[in-house]
């Protein structure tokens, strides 16, 4: 909400210093506004995914050795559990309490596979749900089921390792994005305090508040491209 608030002054502060108008500084916030929403909060739900992800990674790591030691997935989930309640084992604060319902819901006779399955469908995390979906394959069928844990943790890591390696490989351009995006209003106040004069067309012509009004849909524009141009999932 904060964040959302301060980019909405930034677009009125960026508006009112190409045109020294308030009203297109708020007419502007208006129009932006929405996607800058929609980004941060698909950005959230990214964020959490990713945390929800590296969590479950973590937890699964000591289910398997578990499981790798003769226990059983329920007896691993328990102990799990257990485990960060006290304070050690793996952090898995974001799921720690799916985790509980999932070893309640096994104590009372539901198929601790359904109570997975049901955990990886709401995280909506793709790899977590086929994780999950193999584990119950194994559970019900028989099956070796810690080389299954270990080739579905091993896709998972996989995964989460090329993320980060993308996020680091974009962090540039988007830094360059962002100066690209400030230098035209920066250029605007060096004009006008170098040649105020020489500036003062933009403001009392027609022809200057169109120019004024392309300029700032051409950065809105552009500023839509980039973001999506760096917008890359895998």
Not at 53 to 76: D, N, R, T
Not at 146 to 153: D, H, Y
């Amino acid at each position: 909400m904060l964040t959302g608030l301060g980019f909405g002054a930034a677009i009125v502060a960026g508006a009112y210093i190409l045109s020294r108008s308030f009203v297109m500084g708020l007419v502007m916030a208006g129009l932006m506004m929405p996607f800058v929403i929609r980004e941060a909060a698909a950005n959230y739900v990214r964020k959490r995914q990713e945390k929800v992800e590296k969590q479950f990674l973590a937890g699964m790591q000591a289910v398997l050795s578990a499981i790798s030691a003769g226990g059983s997935m329920e007896q691993a989930f328990q102990g799990l559990y257990e485990d960060y309640v006290r304070g050690g084992g793996a952090d898995i604060g974001i799921i720690a309490e799916d985790i509980n319902l999932i070893n309640r819901n096994t104590l009372m006779n539901y198929s601790f596979y359904d109570e997975l399955l049901l955990f990886a469908v709401k995280t909506e995390s793709p790899d977590i749900i086929s994780c999950a979906e193999a584990m119950a394959s194994v559970g019900q069928k028989g099956g070796d089921m810690a080389f299954v844990i270990r080739n579905a943790l091993a896709n998972l890591r996989i995964k989460l390792e090329t993320d980060a390696e993308i996020r680091q490989t974009l962090s540039l351009p988007k830094y360059n994005q962002k100066i690209i995006t400030v230098m035209p209003f920066a250029l605007v106040l060096l004009v006008r305090a170098l040649s105020a004069e020489y500036a003062e067309i933009l403001y009392t012509t027609r022809a200057g508040t169109a120019v004024v009004w392309g300029v700032a849909a051409v950065i809105f524009a552009a500023w839509i491209l980039g973001r999506k141009l760096c917008a890359i999932e895998v």
